[in-house]
């Protein structure tokens, strides 16, 4: 009997030892305001669908238009044969949306971080990188091969710090951060940030993934937010959260969307975003610009949850963002909350080590323009439920 792949069955169990093994719910109906997991019907206050637009009429529409004009399958890589027009009214649309000068879109918001960060720096070069950045930053960092040094979570002044002890010693450097942070809420001090990189003549970058649709005017992303357009050099998006597609985008600087036009590793050796996806991202571009009223219905929502949380006596961290955490200490807890709540008809997932630091496990709730007021009176009574029934509240 071979052995090789014994190791796997070792991790596999040490994983569930530990608590650590992922249990993956299935879905059996769109997204939305209710779902169906593994059979039952729940409130969701999970999904990163913001705006609800994932199961949206216009976009549906657009998307079966597509398909019927240009097919399923985008058949090559962009560079080669894959660039479709409607590929290039997407990144006019999008540019023109953000207020930069250019865009290029990528598979999902994962491959834009990898295209990008090895694009800009390389050996002889030096990233400062947030403490909490996203996986697939840090995935891109690795990628480039540039000195990654990291610095305190949302701190200009540690940022600075780091920046003058390694002066002299790299060719080029950047700064990345994401825009908001997804396990708790809180936005990077982007204004800050801009500051000091043209002090120190850096390359600025923001992951603005759980901002883009959510942040700024109309939902413009965390730039807008700060009105710091024309001084971020990079900023990368996804149009698979608010946007309620698949793909990702690099927005910004012109020189450095067409450099990614020749060295975005993702753009010329992975095929192109499917016509239906492409076509979606365009409509959901429309319904954006159309008015503000889903943009301005997610807030109206976050708002009152996060103030009837409070009022029941539930701590919901730092967060000034939709991503609502709610702090229950232990990973224990946090699993027994959320197996609770599905049984009450509540789909709200627990976050522990080493997602979130020791002792700061919580369950996530996602707020929604697509909630309506009686679902959060619901969502708010199975919290209210469970929350006295495991002594978290009185
Ligand atoms: C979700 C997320 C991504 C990945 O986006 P996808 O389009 O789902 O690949 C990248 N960065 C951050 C900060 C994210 O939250």
Not at 28 to 39: A, I, Y
Not at 134 to 161: M, W, Y
Request: net charge negative.
């Amino acid at each position: 009997m071979a052995k090789k792949l014994e190791w796997v069955d070792q991790e596999i169990a040490a994983l569930k030892e530990n608590g650590l093994y992922n249990n993956i719910r299935t879905l059996s109906s769109p997204q939305g305001d209710w779902l169906t997991v593994d059979g039952k019907q729940v409130l969701n206050f999970c999904s990163n669908n913001y705006l609800g637009l994932a199961n949206h009429p216009g976009l549906v529409a657009a998307a079966r238009e597509a398909l019927l004009k240009y097919g399923i399958g985008p058949g090559a890589v962009r560079s080669i044969a894959g660039t479709m027009d409607i590929h290039l009214e997407l990144e006019k649309r999008f540019a023109k949306f953000k207020g930069v000068e250019s865009a290029i879109t990528f598979q999902s918001g994962f491959c834009a971080n990898l295209a990008t960060i090895p694009a800009l720096v390389g050996k002889e070069d030096i990233i400062f990188s947030d403490e909490l950045n996203h996986a697939s930053i840090i995935d891109g960092c690795r990628l480039s091969g540039a000195t990654n040094v990291k610095f305190v979570h949302a701190d200009p002044g540690a940022l600075e710090q780091t920046i003058r002890d390694n002066e002299g010693k790299y060719r080029r450097g950047l700064i990345i951060t994401d825009g908001v942070f997804s396990m708790d809420g809180d936005i990077a001090p982007l204004d800050k940030y801009a500051d000091v990189a043209e002090k120190h003549d850096l390359m600025l970058m923001v992951d603005d993934a759980h901002g883009e649709g959510v942040m700024g005017r109309g939902g413009r992303g965390i730039v807008d937010h700060y009105h710091l357009h024309g001084r971020v050099d990079v900023e990368i998006g996804t149009m698979s959260k608010a946007f309620g597609v698949m793909g990702g985008v690099v927005a910004g600087n012109a020189k450095i969307v067409e450099w990614l036009r020749q060295r975005g590793r993702p753009f010329l050796f992975s095929s192109a975003a499917t016509p239906p996806d492409v076509a979606a991202c365009i409509a959901a571009i429309d319904v954006l610009e159309e008015n503000n009223d889903l943009v301005n219905q997610l807030w109206e929502n976050t708002r009152f949850f996060k103030r009837e949380m409070g009022g029941l006596g539930f701590d919901t961290g730092v967060s000034v963002t939709p991503i609502t955490p709610i702090m229950l200490g232990e990973a224990e807890m946090a699993q027994l909350f959320s197996k609770q709540l599905f049984d009450e008809g509540v789909f709200a997932m627990p976050l522990g080590f080493p997602t979130v630091p020791k002792g700061k496990a919580r369950i996530r709730v996602m707020i929604s323009a697509a909630h309506t007021q009686d679902d959060l009176d619901k969502g708010l009574a199975a919290f209210e439920k469970v929350g006295k029934a495991l002594g978290v509240i009185k």
